[in-house]
């Protein structure tokens, strides 16, 4: 079964970090693009990093710019997103997403993924 798995959420003081992990199963993710996304609770899902499938190139939403560092491990068919500095708002259920035919690093409307992990949910609180 053709599948992305995440992991790595939690709850997390401000300030702490997490990593977290998209896994691809069924299939490998060299070649593939791979999009985090974010959705906070009562607010429309939005993309925050995404890295290339072709030149390991990386994009990043301003707010997360200097914060969230995303990478890839094509060997292990994972992809990471290392999350710094957290803050309250930062709390969302982290989903990934592959696109087919497209390899770039910026994302794309949401309509155009076919592929979506289930989320793991990250929570910033004291």
């Known amino acids: 079964q053709v599948q992305l798995v995440e992991s790595g959420g939690g709850l997390v003081q401000p300030g702490g970090s997490l990593r977290l992990s998209c896994a691809a199963s069924?299939?490998?993710?060299?070649?593939?693009?791979i999009h985090w996304f974010r959705q906070g609770p009562g607010k429309e899902r939005e993309a925050i990093a995404g890295?290339?499938?072709?030149?390991?190139?990386?994009w990043y939403k301003d707010s997360v710019q200097d914060r969230f560092t995303i990478s890839r491990d094509n060997a292990k068919s994972t992809v990471h997103l290392s999350l710094d500095k957290l803050e309250p708002e930062d709390t969302a259920v982290y989903y990934c997403a592959t696109p087919k035919y497209y390899s770039d690093s910026y994302p794309l409307p949401i309509s155009e993924y076919d592929l979506w992990g289930r989320g793991t949910q990250v929570t910033v609180s004291s």
């Open positions: 890295i290339s499938g072709s030149d390991g190139s990386t």
């Open positions: 069924g299939f490998t993710l060299d070649g593939f693009a």
